[in-house]
T-cell receptor
Framework: DGGITQSPKYLFRKEGQNVTLSCEQNLNHDAMYWYRQDPGQGLRLIYYSQIVNDFQKGDIAEGYSVSREKKESFPLTVTSAQKNPTAFYLC???????????FGDGTRLSIL | GQNIDQPTEMTATEGAIVQINCTYQTSGFNGLFWYQQHAGEAPTFLSYNVLDGLEEKGRFSSFLSRSKGYSYLLLKELQMKDSASYLC??????????????FGSGTRLLVRP
């Protein structure tokens, strides 16, 4: 079955530690996205990528980094510079940025 | 600036009809999406409007008025499983000709027996 897989489902980070969230899709979509969702708030765009080897900052990119070395994969690293990383992180993909986005099941990140 | 407003919470009765409103002020408007999100799960795509009027999809309908910056999602014959958050998202055209989705904070709908 085609879809978007995010792992792990739950992740804990220690102070000063970088962590990487995985996002893989087998939908052959060109565009991929990372969003952050905090309780009672909408989704906020962290980074997006329209094609392989290219990505752009979203509204809240500080403290995060991404790579897009393969079409299927768009990992997100939450660096120690992100001072408030506790949130629900959602990865999405679409044929192009004009098309409806399909979401993965999310990763919930917490601070130890 | 970009601004999307939705009610925070709504309550309705099983079998009834509920209308969830969304008002927006954005630049480069190029369509409006509605997503459903159950607690702790991924949002799922419900509907999309780019032109004014009503789009119907089974028990779900969505309406758009671009001149008023207004949309609503209409849910008919409510079922208990419809208890979820409903996210309104506006698609905006950016300077580099790509598109961006801007999400509202979502409306949490509780369906009671």
């Amino acid at each position: 079955d085609g879809g978007i897989t995010q792992s792990p489902k739950y992740l804990f980070r220690k102070e000063g530690q970088n962590v990487t969230l995985s996002c893989e899709q087998n939908l052959n979509h060109d565009a991929m996205y990372w969003y952050r969702q905090d309780p009672g708030q909408g989704l906020r765009l962290i980074y997006y990528s329209q094609i392989v080897n290219d990505f752009q900052k979203g509204d809240i990119a500080e403290g995060y980094s991404v790579s897009r070395e393969k079409k299927e994969s768009f990992p997100l690293t939450v660096t120690s510079a992100q001072k408030n990383p506790t949130a629900f992180y959602l990865c999405a993909s679409s044929w192009g940025t004009a098309q409806p986005q399909h979401f993965g099941d999310g990763t919930r990140l917490s601070i130890l | 600036g970009q601004n999307i407003d939705q009610p925070t919470e709504m309550t309705a009765t099983e079998g009834a009809i509920v209308q969830i409103n969304c008002t927006y002020q954005t630049s480069g408007f190029n369509g409006l999406f509605w997503y459903q999100q159950h607690a702790g799960e991924a949002p799922t795509f419900l509907s999309y409007n780019v032109l004014d009027g009503l789009e119907e999809k089974g028990r779900f309908s969505s309406f758009l008025s671009r001149s008023k910056g207004y949309s609503y999602l209409l849910l008919k014959e409510l079922q208990m499983k419809d208890s979820a958050s409903y996210l309104c998202a506006v698609r905006s055209l950016l300077m580099d000709s790509s598109y961006k989705l801007i999400f509202g904070s979502g409306t949490r709908l509780l369906v009671r027996p």
